[in-house]
């Protein structure tokens, strides 16, 4: 008995604790260099919301994100809860998301991916209005799900989409294997962002003739003297994946630095592993962090939210900036 009630306790105590951390926002900063970046460029990455709010309509996010002055916004999907288990959209929730798009895109150029939450929303019948309202939201945003763009000089960005069948529970399963025709939308997100990497980095070179760019930050300064040919060469590609577990087949397309999310930390914060992910899938490795394998990188956000299992311990949200950095030559 005591034994039975020690463990009551333990449990309540860790999840009061889990409440608490889950509403301490946790700031990360990251440095990237290559070869390849132009000039220092920061943007600031969010994923996983679900309708978290950070303050009085997240005015704690905001605030975080106006003191890191980003160049963008870019979001790996996520931001609404849409339950699995309904048909319709009667019991999801968009509201705070919404809200929250609509504070963003009146402040800064943002860029979407769409998570699984978006695609289950987007493919049920309409009820309450919820998908037309977080579709009308999303007007001045600009979607790149298939697609590839320039978002500065030698800095491509393209968005990696995986339906819902890719996020179905796994427990002890093997995932789905990525199917060709997901793949080809891949790569033609690649090739559409190297089509105008190559228009829009002559289009610069032609407006700055010289095709130089001396950052001003010293934490990022391009060593190029005046009058010397550019030595960065080539576009940095930036991807979005929501999930994962399909990083491996995404980093083979050529992709510099892959952004995901998805496991939310995978909820308790053991060192290394997840203890769990959305799709029950146990101790996978590498669930959070930023990893670098040669010249490339790939990294999993904690997120910002939970839904379903509200449980992080050890494990806080996160707001992730990025600075994109040239090479001291």
């Known amino acids: 008995m005591l034994i039975v009630l020690t463990f009551c306790v333990i449990g309540f105590l860790c999840l009061i604790y889990s409440h608490w951390e889950r509403n301490q926002l946790k700031t990360e900063q990251y440095l990237i260099f290559s070869k390849k970046i132009k000039k220092k460029f920061r943007f600031v990455f969010l994923t996983d919301l679900h309708e978290k709010e950070f303050g009085v309509d997240n005015a704690v996010l905001l605030k975080k994100i106006r003191s890191l002055k980003p160049n963008c916004i870019l979001i790996g999907g996520d931001f609404p809860i849409s339950h699995s288990s309904e048909e319709t959209d009667i019991r999801d929730e968009v509201e705070k998301g919404i809200a929250l798009l609509q504070k963003l895109k009146e402040e800064y150029k943002v860029y979407y991916s769409f998570g699984n939450h978006e695609e289950k929303l987007f493919t049920k019948k309409e009820l309450k209005g919820r998908k037309t309202a977080f579709r009308n939201a999303l007007e ?80 990022c300064r ?9 030595k960065n060469t080539g576009v940095f590609r930036i991807a979005m994946l929501h999930s ?8 083979s397309l050529g992709v510099d630095l892959l952004l995901s999310g998805h496991f939310h930390g995978g909820a308790v914060g053991i060192p290394f592993i997840a203890l769990m992910t ?30 379903t299992i509200n449980v992080r311990i050890h494990n806080f949200p996160e707001l992730s ?3 994109l950095c040239p090479v001291k030559e």
Not at 244 to 251: G, I, T, V
């Open 140 to 219: 001045g945003v600009t979607l790149i799900d298939g697609k590839g763009i320039f978002m500065d000089e030698g800095i491509s960005l393209s968005g990696f989409p995986l339906d819902i069948s890719y996020y179905r529970p796994l427990y002890f399963k093997e995932k789905k294997p990525l199917e060709e025709e997901i793949r080809e939308k891949w790569k033609s997100a690649i090739a559409d962002s190297k089509a105008k990497g190559v228009q829009e980095s002559s289009d610069f070179e032609a407006k700055t003739k010289q095709g130089i760019y001396i950052s001003e930050e010293e934490n």
């Open 222 to 230: 391009d060593s190029s003297k005046k009058g010397k040919e550019e």
């Open 244 to 251: 994962p577990f399909y990083r491996e087949e995404a980093l």
């Open 278 to 307: 959305p799709q029950f899938r146990f101790f996978v490795g590498k669930p959070r962090g930023l990893f670098k394998r040669g010249e490339k990188y790939f990294f999993i956000s904690r997120g910002l939210g939970t839904h």
């Open 321 to 323: 900036c990025f600075d």
